[in-house]
């Protein structure tokens, strides 16, 4: 999943903006970008008592998360700030119903293309490159 991951937003530069929960490596990932965080508050989010932490990094992105409090503590919502965006642009997820065991078949990540369908290629953007100029003519 990692790989999966990093070609989408290092090649691809799809952003995710969830991507990070997603990666085996988190709990490093977190200690390495966050340069502050604080408690904010107690809260409720759909009925589950949270906790409230912010945090910023010095990526240009701060995050806000609540997590439940007790014998699960699974984040219930998150908030994602691009401040170094054109008007700080937010991403929010509320996150509810965690399986932490799911059953889950090969066959669902198996793909058969619908007939007619034919195979696209992703365009990667373009590293720098030296253009070297082509020789005239007749040379």
Not at 37 to 44: Q, S
Not at 94 to 113: G, H, K, V
Request: aromatic share 8%; charged share 25%; proline share 9%.
């Amino acid at each position: 999943m990692d790989e999966v991951i990093h070609y989408a937003m290092e090649d691809l530069k799809i952003r995710v903006p969830l991507a990070m929960l997603l990666l085996s490596t988190l709990p490093s990932k977190v200690d390495d970008l966050v340069v502050s965080a604080d408690y904010v508050e107690k809260t409720t989010i759909t009925d589950v008592p949270c906790d409230h932490v912010a945090a910023r990094t010095d990526k240009g992105v701060d995050f806000q998360v609540w997590v439940a409090q007790g014998e699960e503590p699974l984040p219930r919502r998150i908030v994602i700030t691009y401040k170094d965006e054109a008007g700080q642009p937010q991403f929010w997820a509320d996150l509810s119903d965690w399986n932490l065991s799911p059953e889950i078949s090969d066959a669902l990540f198996t793909f058969t293309p619908p007939d007619g369908a034919e195979q696209i290629q992703f365009l990667t953007e373009a590293g720098k490159a030296t253009v070297q100029p082509r020789p005239p003519k007749g040379e």
